[in-house]
């Protein structure tokens, strides 16, 4: 079974940064998309970034705006997000996901964690 376990969350400053990780069990992690979701109070779940096996990423622009950096280290069996710059429109839970091939709905991995909290104070 894999599992997903998100960290890295917490309250900060608007303009300040996180860096949110995902740690994967499993074995076969480096032939996994990774995804990186959020969502707010009474919004739906939206797509933030994902990276495929071979590194190449895609990105929610209207969400990351260029402020946000996802990356892998297979060695770790972590995923990243790096946020920079942050804004009170930012707060959410933070959802990583793992599938086959990399998708913009969660529902297109296989697996998820239960998400990271991340609030950021005006």
């Known amino acids: 079974q894999v599992q997903l376990v998100e960290s890295g969350g917490g309250l900060v400053q608007a303009g300040g940064s996180l860096r949110l990780s995902c740690a994967v069990s499993?074995?076969?992690?480096?032939?996994?998309?990774m995804g990186w979701f959020r969502q707010a109070p009474g919004k739906e779940r939206e797509f933030v970034a994902a990276?495929?096996?071979?590194?190449?990423?895609?990105y929610n622009l209207n969400a990351a705006q260029g402020r946000f950096t996802i990356s892998r280290d297979n060695a770790k069996n972590t995923v990243y997000l790096q946020m920079n710059s942050l804004k009170p429109e930012d707060t959410a839970v933070y959802f990583c996901a793992a599938g086959r091939v990399v998708k913009t709905t969660i529902s297109g991995y296989d697996y998820r964690g239960q998400g990271t909290q991340v609030t950021v104070s005006s």
């Open positions: 499993g074995r076969t992690f480096s032939s996994y998309a």
């Open positions: 990276i495929g096996w071979s590194g190449g990423t895609t």
